[in-house]
């Protein structure tokens, strides 16, 4: 599945995967996939403490073995240093983890 850019998914494509941020924080694990009337879709996600959450698409960054959110932002964002991902070459900030592109770790 090497440079699958996943801008379409389905279901059980997500469903069991980790939630990693960008920042490399897991946060658990996509129980479900909720849709809303209004088109909004959001992922329920299971923490390692058995609490849910919900992250909407929006945060979602990539899709691979993981899925990729952006993290909460933490004051500013971040002015650089930038990188370049190791393997799909699109620009992030350097302190990231994980491509928010194509969702592989960078260490
Ligand atoms: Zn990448």
């Known amino acids: 599945m090497c440079?699958?850019?996943m801008r379409s998914f389905r279901k059980e494509d997500v469903v069991g995967k980790t939630v990693?941020?960008?920042s490399g924080a897991v946060k658990g694990k996509v129980k479900d996939v909720v849709f809303d009337l209004?088109?909004?879709?959001t992922f329920l996600v299971q923490g390692a403490d058995g609490k849910e959450s919900q992250v909407g698409l929006s945060k979602v960054t990539g899709i691979s073995e993981h899925v990729v959110v952006r993290g909460e932002p933490a004051g500013a964002p971040s002015t650089g240093p930038w990188a370049?991902?190791?393997f799909c070459g699109s620009q992030m900030p350097a302190e990231e983890r994980w491509c928010p592109?194509?969702?592989r770790s960078q260490t």
């Open 3 to 5: 440079g699958t850019d």
């Open 101 to 103: 592109s194509c969702g």
């Open 20 to 22: 990693i941020e960008t």
């Open 84 to 86: 370049s991902c190791r």
């Open 38 to 41: 209004g088109g909004g879709v």
